[in-house]
């Protein structure tokens, strides 16, 4: 791949197409520049390809490279035209949407869905033996979804078959027809006993497309998820992309498959967290769902909670949070019924952005809420396997832990990269840092960023073919760090020390309640000594001293003294002037 100096990439999202154009200079990849235009995968275009065109044109104009000859990208280069790779993702059209079926609920089907987010699916349906469903009402839903692609999985190698054929047929009873390609038969993944593939196979053969993989539960105590991802993204890339206005064209054009946009972003995450050897969460907040990422010890999970948005789904978040939460974070007097209205008035309008301040402060308590929900859900779907038998001490049962604990462990976390417009296109850096750490309330020290102009999928992608340029633009076009965020473990008394910090030769003591923002440039890092008070912890026990080194950013080194589990004051006036107090420390105007 060293000959390859010039690299297009495009993302066909909802609404929006993305190209960008990396170049070789020197010895590391860089982003030159940017292209936008609407996509057009529905009417009156019905097809994708002229929206990449739009947006390819724009890079074209732009870096004042020819990319564009007789109407359509020049791949390889020749004579200093075209470029020598183009990739694309897509998430047009709905992205890929999926059911999927398990035995046991909270064991195989939850497998089921690990598989599908890992690949880049929205859920659209999760059906089990034992979901509490009557089997006419599932047929019933199989039927009305029309989901592109259906993951059926269950049972361990050598167990019992029974359960699946009874999945199996329910299937034949539904007689499931895909979303896209009239008279195509819906591609159906089996993952499940290999001892039951062949009375499965007899039951759904004539009236399904059936890909048999490795069981992603071939034991009860171990996942293998991998053969169901590729699965998926090989039947993605056939048969829903295929089917899809425009993508068919598209696709002669790419150097390599394309890649759905969730699944993209779940790589050059993947690939900075193996990388660095770090513990990495992202998130990427849009209009309609929230998409949260998480490597934690080397496992990978992805979730998307499909009804939490800053836009179309707004009211979902109303919904779901309630009023209370969502007005706790507005630091300004204001009646639910206002707040209601404002909600409802950008779900009717999801394309206008806010004029005011107020208007501004209370998207961005609308935000911290739709990321607290869905790291939540995430944080439910991120965890050890159940029903996994373990050796117990007689003190290990009096604890009543239970298998299936959550893998995500904030005083692990080394970094949160945000994502979405709320997010990376706040008007301040000081906003994004904030709503960030409100929503996700880190422990310990952790590194804040967000994406800049979100070329994360594109990235993804290029990873699985160039993981060092993908790396290289990452770090210094794409992150954008806010600095380090330290943040003690515990409860105290209002003004009294909750920790102690030494840095640059200066000692300051940060009262419990508070936040202080100390400046500190990025690129620039500093060791600190942190000394917290008997109670707390910075991630190296109750009252122990950590030194650590910080690095700067946009905002500077965080420290959030206002305890962990985080407590707003539930008396209107007091929890006024704590966020007044909070907001000032970041600088942030205040609503007059």
Known sequence: MTDIKTILATDCGSTTTKAILIEKQGDEYRLIVRGEAP????????????????????????????????????????????????????????????????????????SAERAALGAGAIIIDVIAVDDGRKEYEKVQRIRELRPDMILMSGGTDGGTTTHLVEIAEMLLSADPRPRLGIGMKLPVI???????????????????????????????????????????????????????????????????????????????????AE???????????????????????????????????????ICNVLAESGIANIRR????????????????????????????????????????????????????LARELKGVQQSRTIGDALSQESTGKTLVKMVDLDMIVGSGGVLSHAPLRQQAAMMMLDAYQP?????????????????????????????????????????????????????????QIEINGETISIPFGSIRVIPLKAGEKAEMLITPSKGFDV???????????????EVGV??????????????????????????????LAEVK
């Open 443 to 499: 422990e310990g020290v952790t590194m804040l960023a967000v994406d800049s102009i979100f070329m994360m999928p594109q990235l993804g992608i290029l990873s699985t073919i160039m993981p060092e340029a993908a790396s290289q633009v990452f770090n210094r076009d794409c992150l954008i760090k806010l600095g380090t965020s330290i943040a003690p473990m515990g409860v105290g008394k209002e003004g009294q020390p909750a920790c």
């Open 558 to 587: 965080v420290i959030d003294a206002r305890g962990r589990p985080l407590q707003i004051p539930s008396d209107d006036s007091q929890r006024l002037a704590k966020l007044k107090e909070w907001f000032a420390a970041f600088g």
């Open 539 to 553: 991630g190296a026990g109750k009252g122990h001293p950590h030194t650590v080194e910080v690095e700067g950013g």
């Open 329 to 380: 974070w507005i630091p300004f007097q204001t009646d639910e019924g206002y707040v209601r209205n404002e909600l409802r008035n950008k779900m009717i309008r999801p394309t206008t952005i806010p004029q005011t301040l107020r208007d501004l402060y209370i998207e961005q308590a609308v935000s911290r809420e739709a990321l607290r929900l869905a790291f939540d859900h995430h944080k439910s």
């Open 39 to 110: 996509t057009t995968v529905e009417a009156p275009f019905d097809d994708v390809t002229v929206g990449v065109l739009n947006a390819v044109r724009e890079v074209d104009e732009l870096s004042g490279r020819r990319i564009l000859v007789d109407g359509k990208i020049l791949v390889p280069s020749n004579g200093g035209e075209g470029v020598d790779l183009y990739l694309s993702t897509s998430s047009a059209g709905g992205g890929l949407q999926m059911t999927v079926a398990g035995v046991v609920k909270s064991m195989s089907a939850e």
């Open 190 to 272: 089996y993952a499940g006993n290999k001892d039951a593939v062949g009375a499965v196979s007899d039951i759904v053969e004539k009236i399904v497309d059936l890909k048999v993989v490795d069981n992603l539960r071939p034991a009860i105590d171990r996942e293998n998820l991998f053969p169901a991802r590729e699965a998926i993204h090989e039947l993605f890339l056939q048969h829903v992309m295929q089917q899809a206005p425009g993508y068919g064209k598209l696709m002669t054009w790419t150097s390599a498959g394309i890649m759905s946009t969730p699944n993209a972003v779940g790589k050059i995450i993947q690939a900075i």
């Open 275 to 313: 990388q660095d050897q770090i513990n990495v969460l992202a998130v990427d907040i849009g209009g309609a769902t929230t998409d949260v990422f998480s490597v934690f010890d080397g496992v990978f999970t992805r979730t998307v909670s499909a009804n939490l948005g800053m836009s179309y789904s």
